[in-house]
């Protein structure tokens, strides 16, 4: 995720020299918040997941960026994926930043976040992934959150 979100930034970049060199406006800063399975994969959270090509994430800022972003994933073989605007995420899910650069942020929701997304939203589809978090002792801010969303955690169990 890192090498994609370094060659979209140059890429943007780019534009920006040219489109400064001939007077244009220069595109704004975009910001992606990576959620669900790859936000999982990039924290490298040990889980048992499964191959996914859809990269889940909200995107704040110029369509022209996210146009670029989305070809970059397609030469991967992955796709950005278009409802990832409608996944629900608790109010106050916190994220670390993976990549900052000139023209793109790229910042990922964290575990417990997207854990408890995961629970409360499709319960059923993430069953394995959320007893297996729970068999390892899960994290006391996850039970928290579980608690607050009135998670019922013995269905994982």
Do not use: C
Request: aromatic share 8%; hydrophobic share 45%; net charge negative.
């Amino acid at each position: 995720m890192m090498r994609l979100a370094r060659k979209l930034d140059a890429e943007v970049a780019s534009i920006a020299k040219e489109a400064t060199a001939e007077g244009l406006s220069v595109p704004r800063h975009t910001r992606f918040t990576i959620l669900g399975q790859m936000a999982l994969l990039v924290s490298e959270a040990q889980l048992p997941l499964l191959a996914t090509i859809d990269v889940d994430a909200q995107v704040r800022g110029e369509y022209a960026t996210l146009q670029i972003w989305k070809r970059l994933l397609e030469k991967e073989g992955l796709e950005h994926d278009p409802l990832a605007d409608e996944i629900w995420m608790p109010t106050e899910t916190q994220t670390e930043v993976l990549f900052r650069g000139a023209h793109v942020e790229f910042v990922v929701a964290t575990v417990d976040y997207v854990l408890v997304s995961k629970a409360l939203k499709a319960p059923d589809k993430n069953k394995a992934l959320l007893a297996e978090y729970i068999r390892r002792g899960g994290s006391d801010r996850f039970f928290s959150l579980a608690e607050k969303y009135q998670i019922d955690l013995a269905r994982f169990i």
